[in-house]
């Protein structure tokens, strides 16, 4: 074998081993925990004000994926707080993340335009940390990650339709992340199943190096992304036009398969609420039961709108304002606060004009506290 032949034999198989071994260390190793606190955001350009979220990242500059560290790395929460700042986080659904608004008008920004000052002198500023998808779980995965950010108060804007059990297992954020929805699993002994096949357990061949590509790859697109975020301050496609939410709705009055005429303690996954509460730790929290769209239409002597019949949202007030008495929580039931006008594409999603409305409730809310 010609010389020149018998080098480049020796050179790829060495790149062959070398290859192998990267991929065998990748298992135990795992770096991607690691890998996704790396960030240009809050270094070299701003910090986004939401979390990552998108189903078209050319036109939205942003991406969805399920590396929490990579996700909260990305997020201006991760900013040192200032000696004057009184840190509020917000947790909840897409309301609360801001779907169909721009950075500017969600909830939290709203909050932060009101200028508000806490009893001591400090600036209340509000922290967008809501992520879409209705599932208590998700909120509570997301709660767990709270700490380090240095909270003054966490207020939690819920729904009837996150509490279903059959809502708890069903976001991809939560299915993606066995190991920490497992560990608070066990730590708060929730009535969910640790082996539900719902979760994505990684095989062997997924935790290598080839298998983690897609997710390596997500943490270099949303590191790409970030100069296009800062130069435009775009983080979502939103379109033109879209279906506005239902004023006209069918007589079926079942809830989640659950018939009338009463919604019982055990419909609900009050254990996820109660552990969510305790994630907080010494950070007081707020509960916070959002504003929702009220339909006048046919049928809505049966449904106050697409998502809930009337008994079904009837008796969850009573059962959440109760829990709350019961077990000592700030909560503050603010379903009817904003205008009907001011719904969207869905009975939670709210305009400019009904967010700036939520928000100067939820500021009163923040400063009683």
Do not use: C
């Amino acid at each position: 074998m010609p010389a020149p032949a018998r080098f480049l034999l020796r050179v790829t198989f060495k790149a062959l081993v070398l290859f192998a071994l990267a991929n065998l260390l990748f298992i135990p190793a795992d770096p991607l925990p690691i890998l996704g606190r790396v960030s240009g955001y809050n270094l070299l350009w701003p910090g986004r004000q939401r979390l990552p979220y998108g189903e078209d990242p050319a036109r939205s500059y942003s991406l969805s994926l399920y590396s929490l560290e990579a996700m909260f790395a990305s997020h201006a929460v991760t900013r040192p707080k200032a000696p004057d700042e009184f840190r509020v986080l917000l947790v909840g659904d897409s309301s609360v993340w801001g779907f169909l608004l721009p950075p500017e008008h969600t909830l939290a920004a709203q909050i932060n335009v009101l200028g508000l000052t806490a009893p001591d002198g400090r600036r209340v500023l509000a922290y967008n940390l809501g992520y879409p998808i209705l599932s208590l779980t998700k909120d509570l995965l997301l709660l767990s990650r709270l700490q380090p950010y240095d909270p003054d108060l966490i207020v939690w804007l819920v729904t009837l339709e996150s509490f279903p059990h059959d809502k708890q297992l069903f976001p991809p954020l939560v299915q993606h992340n066995p190991g920490p929805m497992r560990a608070l699993i066990a730590e708060h002994g929730l009535g969910l199943d640790p082996d539900s096949p719902d979760f994505v357990d990684p095989t062997v061949w997924d935790r290598t190096l080839i298998g983690r590509r897609r997710a390596l790859a997500d943490l270099l697109r949303l590191q790409l992304y970030g100069p296009l975020w800062a130069a435009t301050g775009i983080d979502q496609d939103i379109p033109v036009t879209f279906t506005p939410r239902s004023e006209d709705l069918g007589p079926d009055e079942t809830f989640h398969g659950l018939q009338p005429p009463r919604l019982t303690r055990d419909s609900v996954v009050f254990d996820v609420l109660a552990a969510g509460v305790a994630e907080a730790g010494s950070t007081p929290i707020v509960l916070v039961n959002e504003p929702m769209f009220v339909s006048a239409g046919e049928n809505s002597d049966i449904r106050y709108n697409f998502f809930y019949p009337r008994w079904a949202y009837d008796d969850y007030r009573q059962l959440l304002a109760a829990e709350a008495a019961a077990r000592g929580w700030a909560y503050a039931d603010l379903w009817d606060v904003v205008d009907n006008t001011e719904y969207t594409d869905s009975p939670i999603h709210l305009t400019p004009r009904g967010s700036a409305q939520l928000a100067a409730r939820v500021g009163a809310v923040i400063l009683s506290q």
